[in-house]
């Protein structure tokens, strides 16, 4: 997998943003619980390490990763967030819906970032197998979730640096 080359829980390029201004969403699918309660608490740490206040962070849990566009949608609409961070896991080697899931969920996901213009982070780990998903949760690969904040974070911080720009130019 790509992501042995990356931690998932070290950050080059971009300085990454104080996000004390901002509200936030994670959505969290239950499925595969022992892992996505872990990547769950990476993205949660991390928002909170990077200046997010814990009142401005809504978590909610739907059934699986099918139900996170959903669900997020629900937190877009009636959150008053100004960023959603998906989590789930899809281990390939356990099911055949494997294809059908990830495809939709991306598709989904996708689509919310359109219909909402608001940074919705696609934190959905696809391991072939369950070790590999726990290398990615906390383990040798660190975590997913922590990259899906920081995705969030930084999203948000370009979208404040076009803000600054128009006001710069004045137009
Ligand atoms: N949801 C996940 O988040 N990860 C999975 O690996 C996963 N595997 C599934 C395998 C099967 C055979 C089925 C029926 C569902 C699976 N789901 C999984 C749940 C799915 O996202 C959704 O919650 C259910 O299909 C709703 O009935």
Same mark, same amino acid.
């Not at 070290?10 to 699918?29: L, Q, R, S």
């Not at 629900?74 to 356990?94: L, P, R």
């Not at 998903?133 to 383990?139: E, H, I, N, P, S």
């Not at 690969?141 to 979208?159: C, P, Q, R, S």
């Given at each position: ?11 080059? %390029? ?10 936030? &969403? ?15 608490? *990476?993205?949660?740490d991390t928002l909170? +390490?990077? *200046?997010? =206040? !814990? ?17 997020? !949608? /629900?937190?877009a609409e009636m *959150?008053?967030?100004?960023? $959603?961070?998906?989590? &789930?896991?899809? $281990? !390939?080697? @356990?099911? #055949?819906?494997? @294809?059908? $899931?990830? @495809?939709?969920?991306? +598709?989904? $996901? ?5 219909? /909402?213009? #608001?940074?919705?982070?696609? %934190? ?7 070790? !590999? ?5 906390? *383990? #040798? ?10 995705t969030a974070i #930084? ?10 720009? +128009?006001? =710069?130019? &004045? /137009?």
């Amino acid at each position: 997998m790509s992501s042995e080359l990356k931690n998932l829980s070290t950050f080059e %390029g971009t300085e990454i943003p104080n996000a004390a201004e901002w509200k936030f &969403g994670i959505v969290t699918a239950e499925w595969n619980h022992d892992i996505t309660s872990a990547l769950h608490k *990476g993205a949660l740490d991390t928002l909170l +390490k990077h *200046g997010a =206040k !814990q009142e401005n962070i809504i978590s909610k849990w739907v059934p699986g990763s099918f139900e996170l566009t959903l669900g997020a !949608q /629900y937190m877009a609409e009636m *959150g008053s967030v100004d960023a $959603i961070i998906c989590i &789930g896991v899809v $281990i !390939q080697g @356990d099911t #055949k819906h494997f @294809d059908f $899931i990830c @495809d939709a969920v991306a +598709k989904g $996901i996708t689509n919310l970032n359109m219909k /909402y213009n #608001k940074p919705v982070i696609f %934190g959905v780990l696809t391991p072939n197998t369950h070790e !590999q998903a726990v290398d990615r949760a906390g *383990g #040798k690969h660190g975590n997913k979730g922590d990259e899906a904040a920081v995705t969030a974070i #930084k999203m948000l911080g370009m979208k404040e640096s076009f803000k600054k720009e +128009k006001k =710069k130019v &004045g /137009y």
